[in-house]
């Protein structure tokens, strides 16, 4: 089975710093998906980046990236010049090709002005 | 706007009552999903429709039952609510050969059991 590890439940970051939310897993498929959604307070799941294992090249969306370590089973959020809307609990999501997509427990981002 | 809509947003059971979570998708998406979250928990499956016709059992399937009704709605059913069963609901969907793009979720549905 599936496992997600996001090891930090609560981190702070000051407005306009950079942050980097951490997230390991375990599989033992060689090809798979991992995901980082957002979940701000209004509580809807929006999906903020998507990084395919087979892909070396690590996902980008805007301030928003990603540092894929495929070996080391390492998959974190890296988000820059960050903003007081980024406030969010932030889930990394593991699938490999199934129709389950195995989640993290979260970890909640505050941004201080 | 195209998407996944649930309903109700909000939701207070007592103990032993009986409700149904609705969910709908107009993405023409084959699969749906229902997810419970808890704090600290993250967001755990509940039940899944691979496509209309089919269900299957999840991670946390007991206390619950599900229907496809069709290709657009999968609903979710607490035949006799316990409190353990109080929790945020999200009703997902994708399509069958692209849930490697991730799902779209709905906006939740929480639900107290008293």
């Known amino acids: 089975a599936q496992t997600v590890t996001q090891s930090q439940p609560e981190m702070s970051v000051q407005e306009a710093e950079t942050v980097t939310l951490s997230c390991t897993y375990d599989?033992?498929?060689?090809?798979?998906?991992l995901f980082w959604y957002k979940q701000p307070p209004s509580r809807q799941m929006i999906l903020v980046i998507r990084?395919?294992?087979?892909?070396?090249q690590n996902a980008t969306e805007n301030r928003f990236s990603v540092n894929f370590q495929k070996a080391a089973k390492s998959f974190s959020l890296k988000i820059s010049d960050s903003q007081l809307g980024d406030t969010a609990m932030y889930f990394c999501?593991?699938?490999?090709?199934?129709?389950?997509?195995?989640f993290g427990k979260g970890t909640k981002l505050s941004v201080i002005p | 706007n195209a998407g996944v809509t649930q309903t109700p947003k909000f939701q207070v059971l007592k103990t032993g009552q009986s409700m149904t979570l609705q969910c709908a998708q107009d993405?023409?998406?084959?699969?749906m999903y229902w997810y419970r979250q808890d704090p600290g928990m993250g967001l755990r499956l509940i039940y899944y429709?691979?496509?209309?016709?089919?269900?299957d059992k999840g991670e946390v399937p007991n206390g619950y039952n599900v229907s496809r009704l069709n290709k657009r709605e999968f609903s979710l059913r607490l035949e006799s609510a316990a409190p353990s069963q109080t929790s945020v609901y999200f009703c997902?969907?994708?399509?069958?050969?692209?849930?490697?793009?991730?799902?779209?979720f709905g906006s939740g549905t929480r639900l107290t059991v008293v």
């Open positions: 429709s691979a496509s209309e016709g089919t269900t």
């Open positions: 999501a593991f699938t490999a090709g199934s129709y389950q997509l195995t």
């Open positions: 993405m023409n998406h084959n699969s």
């Open positions: 599989t033992s498929e060689s090809n798979y998906y």
């Open positions: 990084q395919e294992a087979y892909k070396q």
């Open positions: 997902a969907s994708s399509q069958r050969d692209r849930s490697n793009y991730g799902y779209t």
